[in-house]
């Protein structure tokens, strides 16, 4: 039989060029959770993914409830689940107030992290039951969140301190807006989100690799400057960016190229491995990269993944 893959946000963007890439081999059905339901329907016809590929499921990660319907919804088509891939992300870098999601989460980190955090315990069930040969849970990470690379070095910095504001309730009411409990600020929200879905991943090997064989990995595609990430950023930034990437950084990627990218972590044969953070080399070779410490903080990583049970209603 075809693979089943759920991708969140796969209506643009990396998710899109992903679902497309997979959807094209017609060894892979791919289930696209999004929150626009036309938009999505749209997008999969733009590229010309053909009818029996795919099937558009109503998820939207700012809400927990959302989440929760998906689930059922997804449990109720009867479908196996092999892969699943949480791409979905918003970034607010211009912000200057916080915004929440329909539980009163701070929206980045909500959406990115906690939104996903949720899916992915619910969904955990479904992949243990199926079948599959080659099972594998997939959070997109970023180099943004990762200080040990110079982009994770521009400021403001990934920094999750102790926790307090996350474990406040990131709600701008009784605890900060903030993982780290400091003032808002939208760009490094979306740091620390990235940071919580790479210690999310390793925490998920440490408890589950074992017992469930299934591979948990996260990925830096690389930097895709043409996506709609940027929509909110100042409009010089989104004109000087992809150039910048392409001829001065030269970490430029196709949002084509990065669906391969994704794609490979999804179903290449070579690719199995567990706890892995993926990145590629100039002549585009996947290779098993380094985290930050703070990305690769095992201790940490328990401490969020607790905190955030409490947060989704889990614990
Ligand atoms: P896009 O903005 O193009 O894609 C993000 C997707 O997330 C969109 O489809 C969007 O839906 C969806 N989304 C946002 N909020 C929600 C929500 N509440 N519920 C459901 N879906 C939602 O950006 P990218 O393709 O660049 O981003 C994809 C991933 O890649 C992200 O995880 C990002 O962090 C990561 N990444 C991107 C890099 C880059 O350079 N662009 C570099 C490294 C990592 P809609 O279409 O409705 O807006």
Not at 143 to 168: H, V
Not at 213 to 226: D, E, M, Q
């Amino acid at each position: 039989r075809k693979g089943n893959v759920i991708i969140t946000g796969a209506s643009s963007g990396l998710g899109l060029a992903t679902a497309k890439a997979l959807a094209e081999t017609g060894k892979w059905h791919v289930i696209m959770g999004c929150r626009d339901f036309l938009k999505a329907e749209r997008a999969a016809k733009s590229v010309g993914m053909s009818k029996e590929n795919y099937t558009i499921m109503h998820l939207d990660l700012a809400s927990l409830d959302s989440v929760r319907q998906f689930v059922d919804n997804f449990e109720r088509s009867g479908m196996p689940l092999d892969v699943l891939v949480c791409n979905a992300a918003v970034y607010l870098p211009t912000a200057k107030e916080p915004t929440f999601t329909a539980e009163g989460f701070e929206l980045s980190v909500g959406t990115n992290h906690l939104g996903h955090f949720l899916l992915s315990r619910l969904l955990l069930d479904d992949m243990k039951k199926s079948d599959y040969p080659s099972k594998r849970l997939i959070i997109v990470g970023s180099i943004t969140g990762n200080t040990n690379t110079l982009a994770g070095n521009i400021p403001p910095k990934a920094n999750l301190g102790d926790l307090r504001g996350l474990s406040g309730g990131l709600n701008g009411l009784n605890s900060s807006t903030m993982i780290d409990g400091g003032d808002f600020d939208g760009a490094k929200a979306y740091k620390d989100s990235k940071v919580c879905n790479m210690l999310t991943m390793q925490e998920f090997h440490r408890r589950y690799h074992e017992e469930t064989g299934i591979a948990f990995a996260s990925l830096y595609p690389g930097c895709i400057a043409t996506t709609g990430l940027f929509r909110e950023h100042i409009p010089l930034f989104r004109l000087l960016f992809p150039p910048f990437q392409k001829y001065i950084t030269k970490g430029f990627v196709s949002e084509e190229e990065a669906g391969k990218r994704l794609a490979q972590v999804v179903s290449d044969p070579s690719l199995t491995k567990s706890g892995v953070y993926w990145s590629w080399n100039k002549e585009s070779a996947s290779f098993e990269n380094k985290l930050s410490q703070e990305a690769s903080d095992a201790e940490k990583a328990r401490k969020v993944w607790e905190v955030s049970e409490k947060l989704v209603g889990l614990a």
